[in-house]
């Protein structure tokens, strides 16, 4: 890369005397140089060629002397390394010149060896300064990337030397969350596209304050669908017990949006939410300039379609019984055993609840189901019973439905 340089002295022989001097840098295009005559001139060079990298001013010029000149770069967002020329008994100059900002100072007569080893000197400290600022950008950038899908507090070591978690692909032990709103592609085609962005930008920025204040991962926000990690890309030994309390707090979060947008007209449908842990391929599987940390694997599909699930289930907040078990202390109603979608083996899976909700209504089920998982036939009796104390009961309808159909065990068949 050619090194730009502005030379401003109103001395009519020193362009030949440099020009030759560098004679051999120009032509192999290591260097170029421009020459101004005076403060002013400089400016309007300045102002119209960005590319330079260095400037060497004389302090006594006409019309605008040196100091001022530096004065006026010093100004500049993108400060110019400056070297300052002027006469040898004048040191008061020379020091104020170096207390504006002057990188190196030259004396007059100019002696050509000590102009060259000056401003190579100063052609490496710009390259440095470029080389140290590009590092900060790149930082910066990669930042702003990482907090798109990491909480701050895991930003911050990722960013720092020690304790770097691993970021190439890699088998971990995860929680996998997935969540997706019932109903918003059909919302998408009714409602104003300037509703529908705050809406959307109120949702997701809820939901990621979840996510991030259970220091989760998130590797996909795809519309309103979000999908979260935990356990990956740092150890978190509690993965199950986060992911189990992120899908309450999701559940609760978007019933406050759903309350929210309902007041201003607009009916947004329940957030469905499914939970699974297991292995999982983890990793960054972009490329250098596509930042893509993400999971693949069968405990990855599962969570997605315990999410599906709920659909016909009834139920907003699903999550396998493997999760339920490493999990302290859940609390949960039994939904059934689940032959998902592209499965053949059959997956107990359990409606998260938190800790005291719906304790009278969830003992009545949780007896029902008993005597179903039993092969009991008091079972049918047993869930109508709990449907007619509790009409809003989706799940304990869901099973109603079931045996009113035939059905006599927990197998559940997902479409």
Known sequence: MTSKILVVDDEPDLEHLVIQ??????????IQFVFARDGVEALDMLAAQQDIDLVVSDIN???MDGL???AR?????????????????????????????????LTKPIDL???????????GHVASFREAQRGRAAA?????SLSRYFSPNLVARLASDSGLPELAGQRREVASVFTDIAG???LVETIDPKILAELLNDYLASMTAVIFAHEGTVTKIVGDAIHVLFGAPGDQPDHADRAVACALDFDDCAQAIRTRWTKRGVELGPTRIGAHAGPAIVGNFGSGSFFDYTAYGDTINTAARLEAANKQLGTRVCVSAYLAERARSFTGRPIGDLVLRGRSEPLRAFEALRAGDGTASTARYSEAFGKLDAGDPGAMPAFAAVVGAHP????????????????????IELL
């Open 21 to 30: 001097k560098f004679r051999r840098a120009v032509r192999d295009g290591e």
């Open 61 to 63: 010029m006409p019309r």
């Open 68 to 70: 001022s000149l530096l």
């Open 73 to 105: 770069i010093q100004e500049k967002e993108a400060q110019l390394a400056t070297v300052i020329v002027s006469a040898y008994g004048d040191m008061a100059n020379i020091r104020t010149a170096m207390n504006r900002g002057a990188f190196d100072f």
């Open 113 to 123: 060896q000590d102009f060259e080893t000056t401003i190579r000197k100063t052609l």
């Open 140 to 144: 910066e950038r990669a930042h702003a």
């Open 184 to 186: 918003f592609t059909m």
């Open 392 to 411: 809003g009961d989706l799940l304990a309808g869901f099973h109603l439905r079931r045996l009113l159909n035939g059905a006599t065990s927990t197998r």
